[in-house]
């Protein structure tokens, strides 16, 4: 059974904070690893996506890195901003092309 | 582009009728997928097509839920008869395989459809 872990399930910061979170995948077959942003009430949109072990990627204050032999990925955000408000997801992609989601990171930024 | 499109956003039926969801993908992509969203179990693939034909339907619940993909520019998803804990959310996504191997592409998901059965 493929499984995803995202911890923490929810996560309250201080604006202003930094702060990260973790999505656990499977090191066996993997291809890729997908990182989206979901708003209340909206669709989820992509953040990054990263294939190989040592993978950083950033997007302004934004930031993740990627340890395929371990099997696990860091997101961080630097000077947490109200409009970081979101769910984010992790999704692993199989190399037999299916694709896993974590049950994602709830972040609430305080004002 | 109109992006993913979804219909209805809300639907409210009563348990025992038939539930039809639609699904219109962006042009020119290529791969289908219909997931269902809860507080349980977040967000699950249901089924996905590639160039309109089932791929992998494991993540249908029981044979109540069908799929058809009739062409590359629509998909329903069908509960019949629906029960109340089909409650949830239903997003459809599209992604390309332009560019290389479809699973390094990002999805790109309509609105959803909430769908209250009661």
Not at chain 1, 34 to 42: C, D, M, P, Q, S
């Amino acid at each position: 059974i493929l499984n995803v872990e995202q911890s923490p399930q929810s996560l309250h910061v201080q604006e202003g904070d930094s702060t990260n979170f973790t999505c656990s995948f499977p090191s066996s077959n993997f291809y890729a690893l997908h990182w989206y942003r979901w708003e209340t009430a909206k669709s989820p949109e992509a953040l990054f996506v990263m294939t190989l072990n040592g993978d950083e990627k950033k997007k302004g204050r934004i930031s993740a890195t990627l340890n395929t032999k371990e099997g696990y990925s860091y997101l961080y955000i630097k000077g947490s901003q109200p409009e970081d408000s979101a769910t984010y997801l992790c999704a692993f992609a199989h190399r037999d092309d299916k694709i896993i989601f974590g049950k994602g990171t709830r972040l609430h930024i305080l004002p | 582009d109109a992006g993913v499109i979804q219909s209805p956003r809300h639907e409210v039926t009563e348990m025992g009728q038939e539930v039809t969801l639609r699904c219109k993908p962006i042009s020119g992509h290529d791969y289908l997928f219909w997931y269902r969203q809860t507080m349980m179990r977040g967000l699950e693939l249901l089924i996905y097509f590639n160039n309109n034909v089932p791929i992998d339907d494991s993540g249908m619940p029981e044979d109540r839920f069908s799929a058809k993909m009739p062409n590359a520019s629509f998909s329903t998803l069908k509960i019949q008869p629906s029960e109340p804990r089909d409650s949830a959310v239903y997003f459809c996504a599209s992604r390309s395989t332009s560019g290389g191997p479809s699973s390094y592409n990002e999805q790109f998901f309509g609105p959803g459809t909430r769908l209250t059965v009661l």
